[in-house]
């Protein structure tokens, strides 16, 4: 069962400028993780906010659950979709769980507070992401790493089918890079939610055992399951002939056990 099709996607920021995206066309099933991978002006940050309902005045379409993305009220696909960006807004009076807690609001009435659901929901998740000592301080107090583990655990806490991150692990450490993609490869698995993100780390759609987008210049050059898109001779389309796998260079990479 398909949660998004995106159909014969192009956009440019200015009638002038060069196409940032042309004629993009993917699906992603239900349960699945779709890593997008590409250099820097790839066109990956300028996908995502389109499927997040972030940019319009593009051609194509982009469909969620069976419904047209632009047929939507903001309140509609709140009820869809999640999303994370780069730098997510925050208001730094709030507390973490207050935060967390905000990010339940999209299935109560405009009266309605937060009841004991909500709460024990937005601990249950706080504790998988291992930040329940975060929940009394205010944003304000937090590092700018606690603060994206912060914005991507409100996203799971919204509890829809899609979830969307713009470079989920950009400002983590190692460990928690760690930490949060084995979160996100439990819950696609698990809870059959589906995922796309972004990343500048090919080995991330490995370890996630994804489907991958491999974008150059605005365009999908290939697509497929992580083990036969992440090679050295496909990314070599993309990085340049230096690239190598990791048992050819002269010292041993440090990783995580899965």
Do not use: W
């Amino acid at each position: 069962m398909k949660t998004i099709d995106v159909k014969n996607i192009s956009f440019r920021y200015r009638k002038k400028d060069r196409p940032v995206l042309n004629d993009v066309s993917f699906s992603c099933e239900k349960g699945t993780v779709n890593v997008l991978i590409g250099l820097n002006g790839s066109g990956k940050t300028t996908l995502i906010k389109i499927i997040a309902g972030l940019l319009e005045n593009y051609s194509g379409e982009v469909i969620v659950e069976d419904e047209n993305l632009q047929s939507l009220s903001i309140s509609e696909r709140s009820k869809k979709m999640a999303y994370v960006s780069q730098k997510s807004g925050f208001i730094d009076d709030f507390s973490v769980e207050e935060y967390l807690l905000f990010g339940t609001v999209n299935n109560m009435k405009f009266y309605q507070s937060p009841k004991d659901e909500e709460k024990r929901n937005v601990l249950n998740c706080a504790m998988q992401f291992g930040i329940t000592h975060l929940l009394d301080k205010k944003l304000s107090e937090i590092s700018g790493g606690e603060r994206q583990i912060v914005a991507i655990c409100a996203a799971i806490v919204q509890n829809t089918n899609l979830i969307v991150l713009d470079e989920p692990t950009s400002a983590l450490d190692i460990k928690n890079q760690h930490a949060v993609l084995s979160i996100i490869k439990k819950i696609a698995k698990e809870q059959e939610k589906t995922f796309i993100l972004s990343s500048h780390n090919p080995n991330h759609a490995l370890y996630l055992d994804s489907n991958v987008l491999l974008l150059k210049n605005g365009t999908i050059v290939a697509q497929g399951q992580a083990y036969d898109i992440v090679n050295v001779e496909t990314l070599k389309t993309i990085y340049g002939e230096d690239i190598c796998y990791a048992s050819d260079l002269e010292y041993k990479e440090i990783s995580f056990k899965d």
